[in-house]
T-cell receptor, first 113, second 110 residues
Framework: DGGITQSPKYLFRKEGQNVTLSCEQNLNHDAMYWYRQDPGQGLRLIYYSQIVNDFQKGDIAEGYSVSREKKESFPLTVTSAQKNPTAFYLC????????????FGPGTRLTVL | GQNIDQPTEMTATEGAIVQINCTYQTSGFNGLFWYQQHAGEAPTFLSYNVLDGLEEKGRFSSFLSRSKGYSYLLLKELQMKDSASYLCAVRGGGSYIPTFGRGTSLIVHP
């Protein structure tokens, strides 16, 4: 089955700790994205990558870092510099084409205690 | 950037029809998406409009008017499982990445 997986579904961390969220896709999509969703807010773009070994900052990249060493994988690290990291994190991918429709993973809910 | 406006919440009755509106302001409009998102789950793609007019897919239809900066999602024969948030996302401003609105929470009651 083709799709996007994110793990874990729920994640708890102590304040001051870095944490890495996993995102894997087997859709052979070139582009991958990370979004953050807070209650009552739309999806806000953190980082995106159009090809392997290349990525760009989105609207709210401060306190986050990413890597894209493989086409299938786009992990997101939430660093201790992120002031308010508790949120629902969504990974997406798309095939570069006329519509570039994004397909989303199931999300990771991160709670920083 | 893009400015996208959707109602925060709507309620409707099972079996009825509901229309969720989305207005936007952007330069270089290049497509509008609708997604459905159940609480705590991933958004799932519903429709894509880039030309004016109505696109129909079963119980769901989406309409676009580029001159008015306006779209709506029409849901017919509402079912309880249609209770979800509906996200409007607009692509424009020279970027291929859409900007998402805050979403409309639809509550369907018996």
């Amino acid at each position: 089955d083709g799709g996007i997986t994110q793990s874990p579904k729920y994640l708890f961390r102590k304040e001051g700790q870095n944490v890495t969220l996993s995102c894997e896709q087997n859709l052979n999509h070139d582009a991958m994205y990370w979004y953050r969703q807070d209650p009552g807010q739309g999806l806000r773009l953190i980082y995106y990558s159009q090809i392997v070994n290349d990525f760009q900052k989105g609207d709210i990249a401060e306190g986050y870092s990413v890597s894209r060493e493989k086409k299938e994988s786009f992990p997101l690290t939430v660093t201790s510099a992120q002031k308010n990291p508790t949120a629902f994190y969504l990974c997406a991918s798309s095939e570069r084409g006329s519509t570039d429709t994004q397909y989303f993973g199931p999300g990771t809910r991160l709670t920083v205690l | 950037g893009q400015n996208i406006d959707q109602p925060t919440e709507m309620t409707a009755t099972e079996g009825a029809i509901v229309q969720i509106n989305c207005t936007y302001q952007t330069s270089g409009f290049n497509g509008l998406f609708w997604y459905q998102q159940h609480a705590g789950e991933a958004p799932t793609f519903l429709s894509y409009n880039v030309l004016d007019g109505l696109e129909e897919k079963g119980r769901f239809s989406s309409f676009l008017s580029r001159s008015k900066g306006y779209s709506y999602l029409l849901l017919k024969e509402l079912q309880m499982k249609d209770s979800a948030s509906y996200l409007c996302a607009v692509r424009g401003g020279g970027s291929y990445i859409p900007t998402f609105g805050r979403g409309t929470s639809l509550i369907v009651h018996p």
